[in-house]
């Protein structure tokens, strides 16, 4: 009687555990921020009746913990990388939002606040976006007992620029940015990438986030490495893309030509592209139609 009653505890606690910890913010980093200059915090908050509540001028980078109800979850777990052109980040609309929709699922979900690229507040702007992204994983898989999540089942999703450093986050892993000498992979299980960012070459990239994130005076060695078409290889994960072939802000051929280099290394990959749609889906398609087929390819890596 005594055991299971000790059983029993065991349990509840685990399960408040769990429930103390879904949808709570903490700090992707205990001490230092890496690669950091020191300067006062100067994050702001904005509404945007168009797009989003829009995040600024981040520093301190964060992960929010979205987690299901332990009846429903299926030890998934994506990391959401919100997008905004390496110049904000729009953490509603493509963060907290996606977020909870995946809880509904069954699904974990954990956004990234990504430090935005800044020669003031970092010593390298070009790799503070991606060590965030890479300790976030890091983060997700060494906690996965804590958060109830299969460390072999952790996928990252990315919108626009986001979507680029989903890309990288899939195809740089075996660069350690961040804990050098770890153990701990960072290979993300799975990518979904939405109207994503992809290569910052000069025909169909995205000059924006290109001079964001490695300024305007960028080497053609930098372009290149940081095009992440041309650093797909055979151990990088299956993906799943979405983009309208009608979006002028980030020209479809960034989907396009990433699904052809998955393809031609064997990787898995499915695309979806809609004749019409703006950048960021406003006002079609609905976030039901695109994400339902998010959620019928999730289903596909189980099998």
Known sequence: MLIIKLIFLAALTSFFSLKSIAQTH?????????????????????????????TSKV???????????????????VIICPGGGYGTLLTKREGSDVARAFNKLGIAAFVVKYRLPDPRIMKDQSIGPIQDAQQAIKIVRERAMEFGIDPNKIGIMGFSAGGHLAST?????????????????????????????????????????RENLLGKNASAEKIRLFSNELQVTKETPPAFLVHSGADVVVPVANSIEFYKALNQNGIPAAMHIYSKGEHGFLTYPTFEEWFGRVAGWMETLNK
């Open 26 to 54: 903490i700090n992707l980093y205990p001490g230092t921020v890496p690669n950091s200059i020191s300067g006062p915090d100067q994050e702001t908050h904005t509404a945007n009746a168009l797009v989003d509540s829009l």
């Open 59 to 77: 520093s301190i980078p964060g992960l929010t913990l979205f987690l299901p109800a332990r009846a429903k979850a299926t030890g998934m777990a």
């Open 169 to 209: 986050a899939g195809t740089h892993f075996k660069t350690r940015y961040i804990d050098q000498a770890g153990k701990t992979s960072l290979r993300p299980d799975f990518m979904i990438l939405i109207n994503p960012v992809v290569s910052f070459n000069d025909s169909t990239g995205h000059m924006g986030s």
